[in-house]
C-alpha cells in the first residue's frame, strides 16, 4: 500500500514539478567539474553521550570534541491535532581535526522548526492534506511523549481512523563562528537559512554564506530523486568565484556524503571540513518528534 501512495504522490509531483529544484540531469551537469577533481568520503557519524555534540569522521578530518552547551524546544499544535511544529533551538561547539595536525574550532546556533500535518484517507490508501487551521496553544510535554505517532513516521503510516501524519516542512537557520588554527589563526562566520518542503521536500536556501570579511563563499542548494526509493538527496554547493570548492549530500536515513576539491590549500579544506562538519550537527538537532 506504501508503495502506492508514493507511486501515486510521485506521479502528481511529476506533473507540476517542485518548486526551486533542479532535474538529476542538470545538477549532474553542474556537479561534473568537482567530481572530476575532488575527493570523495563517505561520513561515518557517532551518537555521543548526554550534552555531547555527535562525532563525524570522513577523509583526513575527525570531530575531537563537541559539546552542547543549551537545548530548548517548544511543541504546538492546532486545536484539532491535525497539525503540529516543534521548534528546537540548539546551540554546540565542536572542534575539528585533520590527521593529527591543526584544528578547527566551531561555535554555532541551529534553529529547526518541523510542521507535522494529518493527512486524510480520501480513497483506500490514496490520502490528501495537508489539512489544519486553528489557533495554536502549547502542548503538554507528557502527552507529546506518549504520541510514538510523531516520533516516527512508519510508525503511523496507517492508524484505526485512516490517518497519517506526515512530515510537510522543516525549517533550519544555522549561525556558526569557525576560527581555524595554525600560525595566522582565521575566522569564518557560516550563515545559512534554509527550508525543506513540498511532498518530496524540495530544499530552498533563502540565504547562505561562508566568509572571512574578504572572501565570499556562496551555499547553493540542489534536491535530486535518483535513490531507489525515489526518496530526495540534499545538496550543499560551497561556491567561490563561479568554482564549486566542495560539496555536502545528506538524506534522510541515508550516509552523508562530502565532495572536496583536490588542489585547494590545507587550511580551506579545513575551514570547509568543519563548516560542512557544522551543517552535519545541526541537522542531527532537527527535532524527529
Not at 11 to 36: M, Q
Not at 119 to 135: A, D, T
Not at 204 to 226: H, K, N, Y
Request: aromatic share 6%; with cysteine; hydrophobic share 40%.
Amino acid at each position: 500500500m506504501r508503495a502506492a501512495i508514493v507511486l501515486v504522490i510521485t506521479a502528481l509531483v511529476a506533473c507540476v514539478g517542485p518548486s526551486g529544484v533542479e532535474s538529476p540531469k542538470s545538477a549532474t551537469a553542474n556537479d561534473a567539474d568537482l567530481r572530476a577533481h575532488a575527493d570523495r568520503w563517505e561520513v561515518l557519524e557517532r551518537k555521543s553521550g548526554s550534552g555531547k555534540a555527535r562525532e563525524f569522521q570522513f577523509g583526513d578530518y575527525a570531530t575531537v570534541a563537541g559539546e552542547i552547551s543549551a537545548h530548548s524546544g517548544k511543541t504546538t499544535r492546532t486545536h484539532l491535532a491535525l497539525e503540529k511544529r516543534r521548534r528546537v533551538v540548539t546551540s554546540y561547539s565542536l572542534v575539528l581535526q585533520r590527521a593529527g595536525a591543526d584544528t578547527a574550532n566551531v561555535q554555532a546556533t541551529q534553529t529547526a522548526e518541523v510542521t507535522w500535518h494529518t493527512l486524510l484517507e480520501f480513497l483506500p490508501g490514496l490520502y490528501i492534506g495537508p489539512v489544519g487551521g486553528g489557533v495554536e496553544y502549547s502542548s503538554d510535554p507528557e502527552e507529546d511523549e506518549e504520541e510514538a505517532c510523531w516520533e516516527d513516521d512508519d510508525a503511523c503510516w496507517d492508524d484505526d481512523d485512516g490517518h497519517k501524519r506526515v512530515k510537510s516542512s522543516i525549517d533550519e537557520q544555522l549561525a556558526a563562528t569557525i576560527v581555524v588554527g595554525g600560525d595566522a589563526a582565521a575566522s569564518w562566520r557560516l550563515a545559512l537559512d534554509a527550508n525543506r518542503s513540498g511532498v518530496l521536500f524540495g530544499l530552498e536556501v533563502r540565504s547562505a554564506s561562508l566568509t572571512d570579511g574578504q572572501r565570499m563563499i556562496t551555499v547553493t542548494p540542489t534536491t535530486t530523486f535518483e535513490r531507489a526509493d525515489r526518496g530526495p538527496t540534499w545538496t550543499y554547493r560551497f561556491v567561490e568565484g563561479g568554482t564549486t570548492l566542495a560539496a555536502l549530500e545528506f538524506a534522510d536515513r541515508t550516509q552523508s556524503v562530502v565532495w572536496m576539491r583536490q588542489e585547494l590549500p590545507q587550511d580551506t579544506k579545513l575551514m570547509l571540513a568543519a563548516a560542512m562538519t557544522a551543517i552535519l550537527q545541526g541537522q542531527a538537532t532537527t527535532p524527529q518528534k
